[in-house]
């Protein structure tokens, strides 16, 4: 440490001020998380849809698919501060962010109070609606995955501006990505309108989905990035929404968005597969919410919650985004006993348990 503060002295002021705000910034956080080797990562980035979305689209004029009132936020840091996060609470973006020891919240990349310090140290491109498929980001009027990447060669430029293209390379090299994108694919574009099907089977269109993932993978490798997570599908058919839209009069999980989830993680993961032995030099690892949701779903009790098929908002079975709003009755005064906050996103306290599930045991494999 000594000797990295001594070398610091001998690069321009504005190179050693963020430097050395990386360097803090590491050491307050440091103990999130035992990573491998003594490793520090100097920036979390997400990519991605709603999950990771922590508040992009409230910048999007033109889509419905915002979250920047009441209720949402219901228990977010002091509580009642709706953020643009698709959640009472934090989302996975702002979990795994801190697991990795960078920071306890992910900031979104087109908030206009951004410091050049948040910047350094990560931000989400994410945004609520998107999908692998470019008609999904579309249809929903919202950043689509070529968008998301043309942010972050802006993002690169901005980071090279402020500390130079060593340290700038450095920290996209070293930095965490994770993506978490697919379910509106299924759930909505290939589900809810003909445009696809008329064209494709679930077969065709999954082999479309894994294509469009690994051309992003691709991209995103070219452009620096090494430590890449990529987050499956989960069990879509489950999620309050699909119950109440395809689950029959008893709202059981909707097997078709389930069977097109595991159809599309599979390809997903020979994707994956075959990546890394084209680019060794890729830390690629898959992250599977599919079947640690499952366990949430199938049996809540034992992981300490009540409700399983319904969301905290409203009645719970279809309201989401604009439908859950501070009109809305019969918000739950108890969000923490509900897996789901609305009819199509776990609540804080379930995005703390499945992350744990599923990050825990595969850090190690960024490294």
Request: charged share 15%; with cysteine.
């Amino acid at each position: 440490m000594k000797l990295l503060f001594q070398n610091l002295l001998f690069q321009s002021p504005l190179v050693t001020l963020f430097s050395l705000a990386i360097i803090l910034v590491s050491l307050h956080y440091g103990n999130a998380v035992n990573l491998p080797n003594n490793e520090t990562v100097p920036a979390f980035i997400a990519f991605g849809d709603s999950i990771v979305d922590s508040g992009n689209n409230n910048y999007i004029i033109n889509t419905v698919f915002k979250c920047n009132f009441p209720p949402y936020g219901k228990d977010f840091g002091g509580g009642n501060q709706p953020t643009g996060r698709f959640s009472n609470g934090l989302v996975p973006s702002d979990i795994i962010a801190s697991k990795f020891g960078v920071k306890k919240l992910l900031p979104a990349y087109l908030d206009p109070n951004l410091q050049l310090q948040d910047l350094l140290t990560g931000v989400s491109f994410a945004s609520g609606g998107a999908g692998y498929d470019p008609l999904t980001s579309k249809s929903a009027s919202v950043i689509s995955l070529s968008d998301q990447l043309n942010m972050f060669k802006e993002y690169k430029n901005k980071i090279k501006e402020a500390v130079g293209e060593m340290r700038m390379e450095m920290i996209i090299s070293k930095s965490v990505y994770i993506i978490c994108i697919g379910s509106n694919d299924i759930a909505n574009t290939y589900a809810q309108t003909p445009y696809r099907r008329v064209k494709y089977d679930i077969r065709s269109y999954t082999d479309l989905l894994a294509s469009y993932a690994s051309n992003f993978l691709q991209e995103l490798y070219g452009l620096g990035a090494r430590r890449i997570g990529v987050i499956g599908m989960p069990n879509i058919g489950c999620v309050p929404s699909q119950r109440t839209i395809g689950g029959g009069i008893e709202r059981g999980c909707s097997d078709f968005e389930n069977q097109a989830a595991r159809l599309f993680n599979s390809k997903l993961v020979s994707k994956m597969d075959a990546f890394e032995n084209k680019f060794p030099e890729a830390k690629l690892v898959y992250l599977d919410i599919y079947t640690s949701l499952s366990q949430l779903v199938q049996n809540p009790a034992k992981y300490g919650f009540e409700v399983a098929d319904k969301g905290c908002c409203g009645t719970g079975n279809i309201e989401v985004s604009i439908l859950c709003n501070h009109y809305s009755s019969n918000i739950c005064s108890n969000p923490s006993s509900y897996i789901f906050w609305d009819s199509y996103h776990p609540t804080q306290e379930a995005y703390n348990l499945l992350c744990a599930m599923v990050f825990d045991d595969k850090i190690k494999d960024f490294f």
